[in-house]
């Protein structure tokens, strides 16, 4: 088992404990490493209030002060230090904003989601399980902290975290919890859209997104999230972890809608690559020779096709054919992509000015056309790509 980020923290736990405080690992981190999974992030949760850590440790950075997070920096890392919290009232079903500190651990792990994230251990590897989170990880089983209708009740992010778990650790969802799921699915309609992302894309690239998906539409999850409401999910088969871009991709290419992708709220490159995978799949049927695989090759990039043919098997159940694998595979992508002669635009040796330039015209739409067949023909040799051969094939092939 992978000690190694623990052993690193630990002077940050015994520097709590010598000062009189509670001081454990939780959540995710413990919960990998007793599965022996790699660990990412290391969280701590202590009984010292977030003044007494920021008066403890010299370097902090209070990011989460009012929720009770401290980021104590500690060998040029961060550790986000949290104040054990009990949680108030619950209101629309997303977690509360009052947050309660408390000087007692049990009342820190009983308000988190799942049995297997409600595990301490202190900076000597004991584990305080008060919920039983070892047994349920060694019967590889999700099951809640307390009564799953409360729970999924009080924040239904927790239902589409529950599943996102089974994905990552392919587990079973205790069926008490599943009953509970099923009933309370419709609060996600409450839940912000930024934290459904979050959960999702994990969920989607889990190991059994294959399996946790069908679960989706089983619970009709869908029905509440903004954008997808709009697709028939049920129609769409998952053969492995997918990438959110791809899945919405693939939604957009095989059932033509209007709806915005802005109400996702994800970043521009999520939805230039969205869009960009789109443009893809309506080229594919044309790639049917090396010389088109050369240019499809330059527009997209490696990594792009290599994900997409890595992916053919979900892409086939959505009835998206890649090209003949004699011209479509990765020793031709690869090879044509070693020998590219530009990989950009800007490795063009002309550019707009100097053709207008050179044919004495003023900018036009026209333009745009011209620059993109230097492009191709640069790209399949047609020309070399020297400053005064490129002028002189524009004068003779382009008409205007
Ligand atoms: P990951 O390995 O993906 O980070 P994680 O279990 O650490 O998984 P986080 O989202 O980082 O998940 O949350 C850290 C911990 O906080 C969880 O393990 C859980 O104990 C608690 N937690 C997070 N979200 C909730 C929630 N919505 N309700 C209750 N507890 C939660
Ligand atoms: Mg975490």
Known sequence: MNKDLFLQAAPILQEIQDNGYEAYYVGGAVRDYLMDRPIHDIDITTSASPDEIEGIFTNTIPIGKEHGTINVVYNHENYEVTTFRAEGEYEDHRRPSEVIFVRDLYKDVERRDFTINAIAMDNQFNIKDYFNGYSDIQNKLIKTVGNPYERFNEDALRILRGLRFKSQLRFEIDSDAYKAMQEKIADTEYLSIERIIIELRKLLEGTD??????????????????????????????????????????????????????????????????????????KLPDIKTKKALKVFVYDYGISTLSYILDMKDTLAANQIELGHPLIFNIESIDEINQNLIIRQRSDMMVNGKDILESLNQKGGPWLKDVLRNIECAIINQEIPNQKSEIINWVKTHVEI
């Open 209 to 282: 997104a294959s399996i946790v998906y069908p679960l989706l539409n089983e619970l009709q999850f869908f029905k509440y999230v903004p954008f997808f409401k709009s697709f028939n999910t049920s129609a769409i088969e998952i053969k492995d972890p997918i990438k959110l871009e791809l899945l919405i991709a693939i939604m957009s290419f095989k059932q033509s809608s209007n709806i915005s992708l802005s109400m996702l709220k994800i970043s521009n490159d999520s939805k230039k690559k969205i869009q960009k995978y789109i443009t893809l799949f309506n």
